[in-house]
């Protein structure tokens, strides 16, 4: 069974940066395309950024230009560099398949707060 475990969150004044990582294990064949989530409280789930094999990116509007995510396919794992952080970006962050399953992780808490 494929578990994602993130970390790399917590408390960050706003233009700050933080690094998150993901790492999936039991994974026999890391190829599928790859996401982070994010939910705030009350807030639906919403996929802010992915990359797929290659390399090639897709991200959300809102966090264009602040977030790069990237991968290394020998170890399992994604990245998600995040810049110049806004309290809005105030969420527990995720990773998952960009088609997810429904094996979510604990998330890591990202806080944007003066």
């Known amino acids: 069974q494929v578990q994602f475990v993130e970390s790399g969150g917590g408390l960050v004044q706003p233009e700050g940066s933080l690094r998150l990582s993901c790492v999936a294990s039991?994974?026999?064949?890391?190829?599928?395309?790859m996401a982070w989530y994010r939910q705030a409280p009350g807030k639906q789930r919403e996929l802010v950024a992915s990359?797929?094999?290659?390399?090639?990116?897709y991200y959300v509007d809102s966090v264009k230009g602040r977030f790069s995510i990237s991968r290394d396919n020998a170890k399992n794992t994604v990245t998600l560099q995040m810049n110049s952080l806004k309290p809005d970006d105030t969420a527990v962050y995720y990773c998952n398949y960009a088609t997810p399953i429904d094996s979510w992780g604990q998330g890591t808490q990202v806080t944007v707060s003066s």
């Open positions: 039991g994974v026999i064949s890391f190829r599928q395309t």
């Open positions: 990359v797929w094999r290659s390399g090639g990116t």
